[in-house]
């Protein structure tokens, strides 16, 4: 059980296009998910937290305009970075919790290379 | 003072070794705490969760919680190469904050 799909697992996108990414929790509902990024050999970073049907919170120092977070339902939540740019090319990774304090089950993880 | 402290990695241990990971927490009102295996190039995986002082065991992995201490450790006994990975603790007071990991090797 507790299974997350991110998809794609991969994409690769022009400078200038949006890409927008996918989390869905297959067997549970998610009351919260989150977006992570991550660079080479660098540790997970947070960059918003989501809950179904209300606006997502963002950390600090992410640019809320730039990375839209949509959490349209208890089984869904997408990513979209918008007028993508080489620097934003990182692995991306969605997790989700049933309720409070339980444990993060994570996607796959999205790869984003823009060119 | 970072919130969640790992200790620096890398660590490397023989296989059939007992690798010891340890994890200190800053938010006193942190109530559950969590273990995650990440292999490189994949996302991250749950090994284990604790919430309350003592050991937990779960096949070759005990996780040990010290509140008192605020510090958590992973145990891994019978150390296998597959094993090898960095290794997350976090802690969760409203929202789980990670460490930066602790990379192992198990070297056959």
């Known amino acids: 059980g507790a299974v997350v799909s991110q998809h794609p697992s991969r994409v690769i996108c022009k400078s200038g296009t949006s890409v927008k990414i996918e989390c869905r929790s297959l067997d549970f509902q998610a009351t919260t998910m989150f977006w992570y990024r991550q660079f080479p050999k660098q540790s997970l970073m947070l960059m918003a937290t989501?809950?179904?049907?209300?606006?997502?919170?963002?950390e600090q120092g992410v640019e809320k305009d730039k990375f839209l977070i949509n959490h349209a339902s208890l089984t869904l939540s997408t990513l979209t970075v918008t007028s993508a740019h080489p620097e934003d090319s990182s692995f991306y990774i969605c997790?989700?919790?049933?309720?409070?304090?339980?444990?993060?089950?994570f996607g796959n993880g999205t790869r984003l290379t823009v060119t | 003072q970072k919130e969640v402290e790992q200790n620096s990695g890398p660590l490397s241990v023989p296989e059939g070794a007992i690798a010891s990971l340890n994890c200190t927490y800053s938010d006193r009102g942190s109530q559950s705490f969590f273990w995650y295996r990440q292999y490189s190039g994949k996302s991250p995986e749950l090994i284990m969760f604790?919430?309350?002082?003592g050991d937990k065991e779960d096949g070759r992995f005990t996780a040990q919680l010290n509140k008192a201490s605020q510090y958590v450790s992973l145990l891994i006994r019978d150390s296998q190469p597959s094993d090898s990975a960095t290794y997350l603790c976090a802690a969760d007071a409203g929202k789980s904050t990670f460490g930066d990991g602790t990379t192992l090797t198990v070297k056959p």
């Open positions: 604790i919430y309350s002082n």
């Open positions: 997790s989700a919790q049933d309720r409070g304090h339980s444990p993060l089950h």
């Open positions: 989501s809950n179904e049907g209300s606006k997502a919170t963002y």
